[in-house]
Each structure stands twice: as structure tokens, then as C-alpha cells.
């Protein structure tokens, strides 16, 4: 009779006279390759694979269930323990003991965590740490094992589900079970949605209730493949047909993997169709088998060991943060350590008859390192006292961080406010009448200008006037410079000089050398054209000057004057004031526009001198001194700071063109930031200085950049153990002034 044996936890290898299901292991391989990808950064949507994870989970347990005669609660825990816990074990306590032996690691806040994940609740305890899967990176090396932990407890309830259901299908009915089954799943997909639509996303994504949905797709599958058989139609069982559709199904899982992103719109969606498409795969994958080849022998391969993979990669991925080597290199050789510590576990957890020697020197050593985590994770202390109290300093610095940001944002809010006033007044063109008439225009002129003072003060009511009868062009520069040195010259000055005659001896020429840093309008006259002809030489040579014609806008209106066509009724009053006004108007139309450019670079450049500060939790003990150290700086500050708000941070600035000169990073290790990334923000800022603090791990691989400043704290805090608070990333008070002092000396000494 043939024998079937299906491993629950690994590789799926169905024999039957040597032949196996190898589409269902290749499943497996892909979403083991999917999972580790998105863990190390690559694969954007590779979380996805899990959800075929938990399908392949329920299915596999009630398939193997099945095939006992009969179902002992009793073997059935002994075989989960050994298959899945024992090496869940292994791992933990080989971390731990490995973390222990780095110096600059502070595993003691692990302490709770790795007791949530021995007792199964840690997606639970996830949840109360209000912690985010898709944030975190690589702040612990178990931050994955939530997986794990919704596997346990779903192993707890399986067998009594299991039993209930299976008696109801052998005594009533075959359909019940595989409905009943059915029926929970779409409801568990339901309750998914709801929590999908609250602001933590984190509930949806952790919570044992909202994800069995995918666990319990598997298991009807399960009992329909029991009961009855796949369903895949006839006509589509016998190749090419049922190939090539197996093969769509995996191209469009693959596309989900390889696209949707955590932050995507389609991501429950996209979580629900992963777990439809790989019942489907299973369904497709379990129609045939077929001998193997060596193609099936590397599947094979790889799949047995697909849970070790699973369970060592992040461990493996969080201590080579601490680890100096070139990104390049650092992705294939995690991959090589993954795979090569995943072997070793499997081989010596499950019994081998050959390499029995290897065998017994690796369980030593296995043995020895998981003891001596074991003996550390007993005999370390939780500080519990110390994170609690610790947590109240954060949330105090936080409150006078948030207050202190509140208050500069108060003075910047003004300053932005008065500019973006004065800018929207330029970059409107019907304030420029407005604008035109505010201007504190200074009129020096003879009997012309002051017959029409009225009229021209109620045009430029900020005016002054200096004007008298028979009044020479020599005196100009007497009341020019008069009005200068007292600081009463405004700015534009409308000179009318020369209806009583020209002057000698360069006299404009001196007038207007005064005038060079004022816009100047000078009006000629109406009697004398050999006068007008040097004011229109002057203005070839001065470019600040702009002629008023009014002897030409005014030939030919006789009404204008009184009958020496010189002096001003009170019509001519107003078409002189028209015109000056006009001419004003004119030429401070394109001025207010230079302004409005003058205007946006200046704040550019003023916001460009200020430092600036990007940094978390680091920043919080000591900011009001830092504040007060920094007291021009901008501080761009958060708990929760992620390269991903970093990057869009810079790029904002950059695209508004205010970019500090000036930049800090200071980021303690609960924002990882990649030597990569921290490339890519170096050519962001290239062109400003940058400076780095390495506190949570050095940055000497970063290379060598000429506006980059490392400002190597991490050696500091290797030598003063009494920098750092017991969770490894805060830093303690003396830790903090440590830090300021530092910055302040690098940053005095590099400027």
C-alpha cells in the first residue's frame, strides 16, 4: 500500500512511490524568498507572502490530520512542539546569546519581548508596544515572529476545530464541515476589512482574529480536498492547460509581491486576493504528481527548510546593522548566512542517519550557545522601573520639546505671515496703484511743482516737498545733500529744476551722483528745449534716472497753463499730477516685480542660513539646551522618524529652494537608517554641509564625502557604558551633554 507523509511545518513532501506534489513546494520557495527579500529591503510587497503562509498552514494540518486513522491530541501537540517550537527555541536563545556577546547592543529590552514570543502572544504584545511591522526595520531581531505566534495559538484550538469538524462531516454530512469552515473564513475576511478601516493599521495586520481568515481558507480547502478533490476542472486537468494556469496565478502573485507597497491603497485587497490566488495554486499544485528531477531536488531542498529560513533571517539581518561592510555585499552574504544557519538547524533538530559525528558536534554547539541564552535571558533583569521611568522622562521631554517647538514656531509663523503679506501685495498687480501711493516720495522743485504741491500730496500722501519760486538747478544739490545727511531723503525723488535756466559745471551731474542709490524722476520744462536736451543726456548716463516729458505731453494744451505757458492752473495742476503719478506707476510696476524676486530669494537665502535639525528621540533630553546653544537653528524633531519623512523633509525643502546650508542628522537607533539611504540623503544635501552623528552603530562605510562630517559618537558611547539607559537607545543625562558638546565642538571647528 502507499504511504503518504506530509511535514507540516516545512517542505511539503508527499510520497508516493517516490513522487511527490513539487508545484506545492515551489509555492513555498517563492514566498520564502518573497519574505526574506522584503525583510532585507528589496521586494516592496513581499509581506504579502506571508498570507500564503498561513493558508498553506491550515490547509497542510488538516491534510495530514486527515490521513491518521486516528487523531491523537497528545501526538499531535508532541509533533508541533518539535517541528516548530524546538527550533523557534534554538533561534531565540542563539540571538540572545549572540546579541549579548556585541558590546554595543543593548539587548536587555528584549527581556519582554522574547518572553511574549515563548508564550505565544507576541503579535499581541506588538499591539500594546504600539509598534509598526512596516516602520521598524530592523530594531530587534524578532520584530517577525509574530508569524510564529498566531501559528502557536492557532495550533492550541486546531485540534479540538479539527475533531468537531471531522465528526460532523463522518456522522451528518461531508458538506458541513467544508461550509461551516467556508462560512468562518468569510467572516474572519470581513472582520479583517473592519479593522483594516481603523487609524491602526497595526490591528489589522497583528491580530489573531483579523488574519485567521487566511488559516481558515486553508483548512476548508483542507476538507474539500479530503472529502472530495481539488477543484480544478476536468478539462483543464491533463497539461498544457492546468500548467499554464498555475503559472498565471503565480505571475500575478509575484506582481503583488513585487508592487504593492504597505502604504498602497490596494493593500487589503491585495492581502485578501493573496490568500484566494494561493488556494488556487493549491488546488492546481495537488491535481498531479510526478517524479523528481534535480530541478525538484533544489525545490525540495530549499522548502525543507523554508521555517528555519523564516525564523533566522531577521536575526542575522539586525545584528549586520552593526556590521562594517560595503551594501553591496552585505545582501548576498546575509542571504549565504541564512540559508547555511538554516541547514544547520534543520539538521540537527531532525534525525539523520549519515554525518553522525557532524551531527552530535553541532547539536554541542547549538546546545551550548541556546543554554547560554537561555541563562542570559533568566538571569537579566527586565528594568521594568528603569523603562518606566524612562518613559516618563521621554514623555516630559517630549512636552517641553513640543512647547519649545511651539514657541519658535509662533516666531516663525510671524516672520512667514509679515513676508507672505508683503509678498502677496506684490504679486498682485492691483495693489501696485496702492503701492505707488504709499511711496515716500521726496519732490525738490521751483514755482512749477509747488503751484501743484496739493494736488501731488494727495497722490503720494507720505510725500515731502521742498519747493520755492525762482528757484535755481545749483540749489538742488545744496537740499539734496541736506535731506541725505539728515536721513530724510526718500526713495523715488521727482526733481522739476530748470525753468529758470540750466546751470554750469556738471551741477546735475553732482545732483545725481547723490542719487545713485535712489530711483530719480526729473521733469523738464516747457520753455527752455536745450535744458530738456541735457536731461536726456543725463539720463543715458545715469540708468536711475527716468525723464518726466512734460513738455511734450503738455504741447498743444494750452488750457494746462496760465498765458506765460509756464505756471499751472488748477487744470494743468491735475494733468501735471497725473503724469508724475503715471510715470511713477510705470516704472515701479517692473520694480515691484524685481522686489517680489528679491523679495522670495532673500527669505530663501535667510532660511538657508539657519542650521537645521533633523533628528528623534535623541534630541529630546537635552532640547531646551540645545535650543539655546542653536538659538538661530531650525529643528525639524519627531519620536517617530522615519527615513521615508526624512527623505520628503529634504526634498520639500529643496524644491522650495530653502534647503538649509547648515544640516544635522542625530538619530538614535529606534530610526534605522541604511548606509545606503544615508547615501542617497547625501546626494540630496550635496550642496550643503551634512553633519551625521553615529550613535547606534558607525558609519565608516558610508565613504568618504567632502561636505559630510561624522560625528563619531557611537566610540564615545563603546568607552562611557553610562551614556546609554538600559533599553540601548536613550541616551542618560550625562550621555546627553556628552552629545551637545560634541556637536557644538565639531560644528565650531569644521565652520
Not at 129 to 135: C, G, Q, R, S
Not at 158 to 167: A, E, N, R, S, V
Not at 492 to 512: A, Q, R, S
Not at 624 to 629: F, V
Amino acid at each position: 500500500m502507499n504511504t503518504l507523509k506530509i511535514d507540516l511545518c516545512r517542505g511539503v513532501i508527499m510520497k508516493v512511490k517516490k513522487q511527490y506534489y513539487k508545484e506545492l513546494d515551489l509555492i513555498r520557495v517563492i514566498c520564502c524568498i518573497a519574505v526574506l527579500l522584503y525583510h532585507i529591503g528589496i521586494l516592496k510587497g513581499g509581506y504579502l507572502a506571508v498570507c500564503t503562509f498561513f493558508v498553506l498552514s491550515g490547509y497542510l494540518s488538516c491534510i495530514s490530520s486527515f490521513k491518521k486513522k486516528n487523531f491523537s491530541y497528545k501526538e499531535y501537540y508532541k509533533n508541533r512542539f518539535l517541528k516548530l517550537y524546538v527550533p523557534l527555541l534554538i533561534v531565540v536563545f542563539i540571538s540572545i546569546a549572540v546579541v549579548s556577546m556585541f558590546n554595543n547592543i543593548y539587548w536587555l529590552s528584549l527581556k519582554n519581548e522574547t518572553t511574549s514570543i515563548l508564550l505565544g502572544y507576541n503579535n499581541f504584545w506588538q499591539i500594546s508596544a504600539n509598534l509598526d511591522y512596516f516602520a521598524r526595520h530592523v530594531d530587534s531581531p524578532f520584530m517577525h515572529l509574530w508569524y510564529i505566534a498566531i501559528l502557536l495559538q492557532f495550533d492550541i484550538v486546531f485540534p479540538f476545530i479539527f475533531k468537531g469538524l471531522k465528526k460532523l462531516g463522518d456522522k451528518v454530512n461531508k458538506a458541513f464541515p467544508c461550509a461551516i469552515s467556508l462560512f468562518l473564513a468569510i467572516i474572519g475576511t470581513a472582520y479583517f476589512y473592519k479593522c483594516s478601516l481603523s487609524a491602526n493599521l497595526m490591528n489589522a495586520y497583528y491580530n489573531t482574529f483579523a488574519r485567521v481568515y487566511s488559516i481558515l481558507f486553508g483548512l476548508s480547502l483542507g476538507f474539500i480536498h479530503s472529502y472530495y478533490k481539488p477543484l480544478v476542472p476536468e478539462k483543464v486537468k491533463k497539461k498544457p492547460l492546468r500548467h499554464i494556469i498555475y503559472v498565471l496565478y503565480l505571475i500575478i502573485m509575484i506582481i503583488l509581491f513585487v508592487f504593492v507597497k504597505s502604504t498602497s491603497k490596494f493593500f487589503v485587497l491585495s492581502m485578501i486576493l493573496v490568500t484566494l490566488i494561493s488556494c488556487r495554486l493549491i488546488d492546481y499544485a495537488t491535481v498531479n504528481n510526478k517524479p523528481l528531477n534535480r530541478f525538484d531536488k533544489v525545490i525540495k531542498s530549499i522548502s525543507s527548510i523554508s521555517y528555519e529560513i523564516y525564523l533566522i533571517q531577521y536575526p542575522v539581518i539586525f545584528l549586520f546593522q552593526y556590521i562594517n561592510i560595503n551594501h553591496y555585499f552585505k545582501t548576498p552574504l546575509i542571504i549565504i548566512i541564512v540559508v547555511i544557519i538554516s541547514y544547520i538547524i534543520h539538521f540537527i533538530v531532525n534525525k539523520r542517519e549519515n554525518m553522525k559525528n557532524t551531527r552530535k558536534i553541532l547539536l554541542i554547539a547549538v546546545v551550548i550557545l541556546s543554554l547560554f541564552g537561555g541563562f542570559k535571558y533568566i538571569t537579566t533583569k527586565s528594568h521594568e522601573k528603569e523603562m518606566k521611568k524612562l518613559e516618563l522622562e521621554l514623555a516630559e521631554n517630549e512636552k517641553i520639546m513640543l512647547e519649545k517647538q511651539a514657541e519658535y514656531k509662533i516666531l516663525e509663523q510671524k516672520e512667514e505671515e509679515d513676508w507672505t503679506k508683503e509678498l502677496e501685495k506684490l504679486e498682485d498687480s492691483s495693489n501696485y496703484e496702492q503701492m505707488t501711493s504709499e511711496l515716500p516720495v521726496t519732490f525738490i522743485g521751483d514755482s512749477v511743482m509747488l503751484g501743484a504741491m496739493n494736488n501731488l500730496k494727495k497722490a503720494f500722501p507720505n510725500s515731502y516737498f521742498d519747493s520755492k519760486e525762482s528757484r535755481s538747478t545749483y540749489i538742488g544739490y545744496t537740499i539734496i545733500e541736506e535731506l541725505k545727511n539728515s536721513k530724510k531723503l526718500g526713495d523715488p525723488v521727482v526733481i522739476h529744476l530748470g525753468t529758470n535756466g540750466d546751470c554750469k559745471n556738471n551741477c546735475k551731474e553732482k545732483i545725481m551722483d547723490l542719487l545713485t542709490d535712489r530711483t530719480v524722476f526729473w521733469i523738464n520744462t516747457t520753455n527752455y528745449t536745450y535744458v530738456n536736451d541735457s536731461i536726456n543726456e543725463l539720463s543715458e548716463k545715469y540708468s536711475n534716472l527716468h525723464v518726466i516729458d512734460w513738455y511734450s505731453l503738455s504741447k498743444g494744451h494750452s488750457d494746462w497753463f496760465y498765458a506765460d505757458g509756464i505756471h499751472l492752473p488748477p487744470t494743468g495742476r491735475k494733468e501735471y499730477t497725473n503724469i508724475v503719478y503715471n510715470a511713477i506707476l510705470d516704472v515701479y510696476k517692473d520694480q515691484f516685480k524685481i522686489k517680489k524676486e528679491e523679495l522670495i530669494r532673500e527669505h530663501q537665502e535667510e532660511l538657508k542660513k539657519k542650521m537645521t535639525f533633523y533628528g528623534n528621540d535623541i534630541l529630546f533630553f537635552d532640547f531646551e539646551n540645545l535650543q539655546t546653544n542653536f538659538s538661530d537653528a531650525r529643528f525639524v524633531v519627531n519620536k517617530d522618524f522615519s527615513y521615508k519623512d526624512l527623505k520628503e523633509s529634504i526634498e520639500k525643502s529643496l524644491k522650495e529652494n530653502t534647503l538649509s546650508n547648515e544640516i544635522v542628522f542625530a538619530f538614535d537607533n529606534s530610526t534605522v537608517i541604511s548606509t545606503k539611504e544615508y547615501q542617497e540623503l547625501i546626494e540630496l544635501c550635496k550642496d550643503s554641509n551634512l553633519y551625521i552623528v553615529a550613535s547606534g552603530k558607525p558609519l565608516d562605510s558610508l565613504g568618504n564625502y567632502s561636505n559630510v562630517t561624522i560625528i563619531n559618537f557611537y566610540s564615545k558611547i563603546q568607552k562611557n557604558k553610562d551614556y546609554l539607559m538600559a533599553d540601548g537607545i536613550h541616551l542618560t543625562e550625562k550621555g546627553n551633554k556628552a552629545l551637545l558638546n560634541m556637536l557644538e565642538k565639531t560644528i565650531k571647528e569644521t565652520q
